[in-house]
């Protein structure tokens, strides 16, 4: 399985699943030539001009409520998924996932901060960090945080020593390094405690009185699509949690992380949610009764949630490889070995003629988009939609080789600008002094009456 979703990754959409773009992405279809999304034409989200990535919260939403149903099965009101932050930081995402019922997972103080900013209540967070500095224990403790994840026995000491200074008993998980030692995210790695030696830890922590129910916590540390390993990586943490607990201080948390894929691009390959939720409770299956569930999942939430949009510069024919050459820049759609972005042509040809592309963009650098991607030649007058956008795109951002997109969200059938060329020239003048900024800007200026994207 894993080979085949490996290429389906890498390579752009056939014709055929081009034709009926609705299966590979549901609220998207051709409609008389024309690309739609939640039944708007892409011409209405995206001016054609500067390269943008619209945000749909809607579908983000729908891919919590499809998670959630799926572990609930198993799990029923004893799970809860909370959305990592750190893969998207648009405020209308975070906003329609928090009116969802959605929890969230964070990283940083900055982020705490970020979701604090957004509504989440504090005992709806997952705080997970290598290590934090008092004020930030206080700030987590104080509060009310709901669960603070455990990088290893300094984190440990020193937040209990908060925790009874503050007269507060903090629900907390261990985490656990799951894989092999040697590995990047293995047992050298600064991530966890490694399996081997993490049973010390989870019991010192159920030995303390500073701290209330205590959990293990792992996470794939990868864009994981095979419910199988999934299922594997389940079972390591619930055997550990069941060999250490006692009838006195069991083990009551299990933290499954994230790490899922694309939900779209999961679904490409036959597999759904209900698989993952299938393996978890297969590898949980020694683990005792009234056990809680918790899932971070941060791409299999928005990566499918976005698009972004793109004039064709150019191509470029080398080596009997045609290249399309985007505007919009690997700056921003970061390039993974295991996973591209789908090109979709904005108007279906039928009778014109399709040639095989490799899409990248033009900066000088051997980065790519998305590997032998069938497309009319008509895209490179019209432009190009890239699916799976929505993940890692405004977080991982940099500035540099290119300029940023200008950032949309589509909200109760309306598109709105975020993001755009004001923002833009604040923020190269502020980094970059005025050079290359453009007019001075007015920011209390209208934007004008064309709020698409790119306008």
Known sequence: MDEVSTDIRLRGLSPQELRKIDSVLPYTRFDAGRLHAYGTPADALWSGGHPAIVFFPQRAVENYRDIRRAFARHFGSSMSVHFALKSCYVPSVLRALRAAGAGVEVMSPFEWRLARRHGFAPDSVVANAVRRDESSREDLLGSGAGLIGIDGREELDALCATARRLGVRPDVTIRISAFATGTFFGGNSKLGTPVEDAAELVEAALRSPDVGTVG????????????????????????????????????????????????????????????????????????????????????????????????????????????????????????????????????????????????????????????????????????????????????????????????????????????????????????????DAGPDIDPDADAGPDRRAGG
């Not at 895209?379 to 991982?396: F, I, K, P, Q």
């Not at 290119?402 to 003048?429: I, K, S, Y």
Request: hydrophobic share 40%; with cysteine; glycine share 10%.
């Open 216 to 435: 293990v916590h792992g996470h794939q540390l990868r864009k994981c699509v095979d419910p199988e390993q999934f299922g594997a990586f389940a079972g390591i943490l619930g055997d550990l949690a069941t060999d250490v607990s006692t009838d006195r201080r069991p083990v009551g948390i299990i933290n499954l992380g994230g790490g899922l894929e694309s939900r779209s691009v999961l679904e490409r390959t036959g597999v759904t949610c209900d698989d993952f939720a299938d393996a978890a409770r297969d590898g949980l299956r020694r683990t005792r009764p009234g056990l809680r569930l918790v899932l971070e999942p941060g791409r299999h939430l928005v990566s499918d949630a976005a698009i972004a949009f793109t004039r064709i510069l150019g191509t470029k024919h080398t080596a009997g490889t045609r290249w399309a050459i985007t505007e919009i820049g690997t700056n921003v759609l970061a390039p993974f070995s295991d996973r591209a972005y789908p090109p979709v042509p904005l108007r279906w040809e039928e009778d014109g003629s399709w040639h095989t592309y490799h899409v990248s963009d033009g900066i000088a650098v051997p980065e790519v988009l998305c590997l032998n991607a069938p497309l009319p030649d008509s895209v490179l007058a019209s432009g190009l939609a890239l699916l799976d956008c929505g993940a890692y795109t405004t977080t991982y951002s940099e500035l540099w080789g290119c300029d940023l997109p200008d950032l949309a969200v589509f909200e109760e059938g309306a598109v709105r600008r975020v993001f755009g060329p004001e923002e833009r020239a604040r923020m190269l003048a502020s980094l970059y002094g005025d050079a």
